[in-house]
């Protein structure tokens, strides 16, 4: 998914309800330069093509520890239909696998691409 000047316009327009949040917001923002590319996991900003996919450092490491070790992890209470976003990716392993298989990333996809 990719952010338009449009997008980030309409974002950069709702106001803050409280005062620290703008300050949080600050920490959070992603650099904009038309090309910002997320990752297919979660949608934090990518940092490259990793395994065969676009994705963050996160997603990444996740991936690569859980093939390299060969984890298997405890099956999903909710279903196996959570939401794997930035700010909840931790919370089910197993769905966040599940997930980064579904978008296409595989250990023969390994390349070592980053973006600026």
């Given at each position: 998914m990719i952010l338009t000047d449009k997008d980030?316009?309409?974002l950069s327009s709702i106001p803050s309800s409280?005062?620290?949040q703008e300050k949080r917001e600050n920490d959070l923002k992603i650099e904009f330069d038309g090309t910002t590319v997320l990752c297919r996991v979660c949608g934090d900003k990518a940092s490259g093509f990793h395994y065969g996919v676009h994705s963050c450092?996160?997603?990444k490491g996740f991936f690569r520890r859980s093939i390299q070790q060969?984890?298997?992890y405890r099956p999903c209470t909710k279903n196996q239909q959570c939401s794997?976003?930035?700010i909840n990716?931790?919370?089910c392993q197993y769905c966040r696998l599940k997930k980064c298989i579904a978008v296409g990333m595989s250990r023969d996809g390994k390349s070592h691409f980053y973006l600026s």
């Open positions: 980030l316009q309409l409280v005062p620290d450092e996160g997603c060969k984890i298997q794997i976003l930035r990716r931790n919370r």
